[in-house]
C-alpha cells in the first residue's frame, strides 16, 4: 500500500489519509498483523511526510489503533503542496494540461 500513498502524497494538493488493513488476510480470513508491526508502519508513512490522517480498517482493532496513534504522536503531517491549476485526470495514468 505504501506505494499507491506514496503516489497520492506526491500529486494531491489536498490532505491524503490512510486506512491500513491488519495485514492481509489469511486463509481462514483473519488479519494477523500485530498492533506494534501497523503502528510501525503507519509511522513510516507519517515520518516521510506521506499522510495526513491515519487510521485503520479491517482487522484493525482498538490495540491497533493505540499503537498508530502513540507512534504519530508528534510527527509534523504532510505538508500541503501548492500545486499550478490545470486539468487533472485520473485514470490507468495520470493526465495534467498545463496551459
Known amino acids: 500500500m505504501r506505494p499507491h500513498i506514496a503516489e497520492l502524497s506526491r500529486v494531491a494538493d489536498t490532505l491524503v489519509s490512510a486506512y491500513p ?7 481462514m480470513g483473519q488479519y494477523d ?11 513510516e508513512w507519517a515520518r ?18 493505540k499503537h498508530i496513534a502513540e ?4 510527527v509534523t503531517p504532510r505538508a500541503i503542496p501548492e500545486r499550478p491549476v490545470a486539468l487533472r485526470l485520473s485514470g490507468l495514468e ?3 494540461l498545463v496551459a
Do not use: K, M, R, Y
Not at 21 to 27: C, D, F, V
Not at 33 to 43: L, S
Not at 48 to 65: A, E, F, K, M, R
Open 21 to 27: 488493513n491488519a495485514g492481509l488476510p489469511n486463509a
Open 71 to 74: 507512534e504519530v504522536s508528534g
Open 94 to 96: 495520470p493526465f495534467e
Open 48 to 65: 516521510s511526510g506521506l499522510v495526513n490522517i491515519v487510521g485503520g480498517c479491517c482487522g484493525t482493532t482498538p490495540d491497533h489503533i
Open 33 to 43: 498483523e500485530e498492533p506494534h508491526e501497523t503502528g510501525h508502519f503507519i509511522e
